[in-house]
């Protein structure tokens, strides 16, 4: 007995080791954006080029230990290969200039402005974790498995999620793949941003008028709608119906990452009152995977309930429930949520959920339409009870009593801490 206790130890302590250095190995002979149809990038001149073949990376190439471990997630998807067009900042929109760089706690950015006040972005479709990554995690030689959980996300959702907006009259930031050359007009930013691969968006930010929505007179974030919500008061509301049809759109295409910082604004205004259209933003996360033992185990609810897998079925509503829909959405009924359940369903009709994903390549479609259309519709048809939760949650919720995640709290404190409709008459 003692014996085998002995080699089920030695066992196990074995296996561990295995599994510890198969995680924090990286032998670094991956690119972060590979070119498939142009033989030297380094001397070749894009200007006689008006597309090229590419795609995101091999940085998420997986085995089946690390699959079984990690996940297969979107794997394929990273060194799949697409057609996109080259872009040239000089000849954007006329010429733009670069504002400054922006970008979370994973994407790097460039944000640009146009002479007439038109603001663009530049969004990385490689991700770039560092600061995700705990001390502990460091000490431990652990990074790579934090670095690889970015496979969880998928890297062209964005276009296929955008046309689904169109379906239901949602706004959304009309992003596009492009690639970015090195090029005089990114100057200092060359080494960092040149030779990579973006989503060219539209911004939360500006008085040009990029949408189809009449006497807009600004495009703001949040925390300049709650800067307006004061000036403005009771002449200021938001489209609350909007936002709630915004908000049931991400929990069918599995966006679980939606704090306030992911929002805009496109203001209009009419005899003197103004109305804020909510302005969704940032679709790294739809679709999003949660595959595999070690990412199995820190997606449980009870470590962190926002961290939700893209499934047919919604296991933890209450984890998707935000501070901003608590702090926007209050006074709104029942009735509102589940109208605009309805109207989601009858505009997602099968035929629109498989044009938008025929968006993908050959390739891309093959690999994960099927799966990502069951889940879709599985969603959508169980619309109307979600809703409903998702109502009877905030109203059991209390008011908040902290500020919104990006509000300065010396302006916003005072009068609109607890939620938007809170301000003195």
């Known amino acids: 007995m003692k014996r085998f206790i002995k080699i089920f130890i030695i066992t196990a302590v074995v296996l561990i080791a295995v599994i510890y250095f198969k995680l924090i190995s990286d032998n670094g002979s991956y690119e972060t954006c590979n070119i498939h149809n142009i033989d030297d990038i380094h001397n070749i001149d894009y200007n006689k080029h008006d597309r090229l073949t590419t795609s995101a990376g091999t940085l998420y190439e997986g085995d089946v230990l690390k699959n079984i471990l990690q996940g297969k997630n979107y794997r394929d998807a990273w060194t799949a290969k697409i057609d996109v067009p080259i872009l040239f900042l000089d000849t954007l929109h006329g010429g733009v200039n670069i504002v400054k760089e922006g970008g979370g706690k994973q994407t790097q950015s460039l944000r640009l402005k146009s002479s007439d006040d038109l603001y663009l972005t530049l969004r990385s479709v490689n991700k770039n974790p560092d600061e995700l990554i705990p001390e502990y995690a460091k000490t431990l030689g652990l990074e790579t498995v934090v670095i690889d959980g970015i496979s969880a996300q998928h890297p062209y959702a964005s276009v296929v999620v955008a046309k689904l907006s169109d379906v239901i009259n949602l706004l959304h930031t009309h992003p596009k793949l492009v690639f970015l050359p090195k090029q005089a007009a990114l100057k200092s930013y060359n080494s960092e941003y040149g030779n990579r691969l973006?989503?060219?968006?539209?911004?939360?930010?500006?008085?040009?008028?990029?949408?189809?929505l009449e006497s807009v007179i600004e495009i703001i974030d949040t925390e300049d709608l709650q800067k307006l919500k004061i000036t403005h008061r009771s002449k200021l509301e938001i489209d609350k119906k909007m936002l709630i049809r915004a908000r049931l759109f991400d929990l069918i295409i599995g966006d679980w990452d939606r704090h306030a910082k992911q929002w805009g604004w496109i203001v209009t205004e009419k005899d003197s009152t103004f109305l804020a259209h909510p302005l969704p933003m940032d679709r790294d996360n739809a679709f999003f995977k949660v595959e595999g033992i070690i990412p199995s185990l820190i997606s449980d609810e009870s470590i962190t309930p926002k961290l939700q897998s893209f499934d047919e079925r919604i296991d933890y509503l209450e984890g998707l429930v935000y501070d901003f829909d608590l702090y926007f959405l209050q006074n709104v009924s029942q009735a509102d949520f589940t109208s605009e359940a309805k109207f989601i369903q009858e505009q997602l009709t099968d035929q629109n959920i498989e044009q938008a994903l025929r968006l993908w390549n050959t390739e891309l479609y093959n690999l994960y339409a099927d799966e990502i259309k069951t889940k879709?519709?599985?969603?959508?048809?169980?619309?109307i009870p979600i809703a409903a939760k998702f109502h009877s949650i905030i109203k059991a919720k209390p008011l908040l009593n902290k500020t919104l995640k990006g509000s300065e709290p010396n302006i916003v404190n005072r009068q609109l801490l607890k939620c938007f409709d809170c301000i003195e008459k």
């Not at 519709?377 to 169980?382: C, E, I, S, T, V």
């Open 198 to 212: 973006y989503h060219l968006e539209f911004e939360n930010k500006g008085t040009y008028n990029w949408t189809t």
């Open 376 to 383: 879709l519709k599985a969603r959508r048809d169980n619309l």
